[in-house]
Structures are given as structure tokens and as C-alpha cells.
């Protein structure tokens, strides 16, 4: 059984809100990005860019640097 989009959208919302750290809050937002993206005409942009925010971080000197 598939969870409903909105379902989706509403739990990585909450989770973001409720997070610890500034990184685990970014990472569902990024998934909630995904999510909403997720079978629209944006969603090829919307994971290339952050994939990109992704592998600039990596690049990195600190973990902690975000965009």
C-alpha cells in the first residue's frame, strides 16, 4: 500500500519541525522538497539542485555549512 503524497509531505514536515539539529532538519526538508516534486514536470530540477546543495557540502572544509 502507497502512502498518500500529502501523508508524505505532512510526516517530513513534522519531522523537520521536531528535529534535533540543523542538519537533520535541512535533510526533511530536502525530502519534503522531493516529495512535492516527486511526478511533476520540476521534479528532474528540483533533485539536480539538491544534488548539487548535496555535493557542496560534501566539498565542504566544515560539515556544518549549508546553503
Known amino acids: 500500500m502507497t502512502i498518500p ?3 508524505q509531505i505532512l510526516e517530513a514536515t513534522i519531522n523537520a519541525q521536531v528535529s534535533q539539529n540543523y542538519q537533520d532538519c535541512q535533510e526533511w526538508i530536502n ?3 522531493r516529495i512535492m516534486a516527486k511526478g511533476t ?3 528532474k530540477d528540483v533533485n539536480w539542485a539538491l544534488e548539487v546543495c548535496h555535493n557542496y557540502r ?3 572544509p566544515t ?3 549549508y546553503i
Do not use: P
Open 31 to 33: 525530502e519534503t522538497l
Open 41 to 43: 514536470k520540476l521534479e
Open 5 to 7: 503524497k500529502r501523508k
Open 63 to 65: 560539515q556544518n555549512t
Open 58 to 60: 560534501r566539498l565542504s
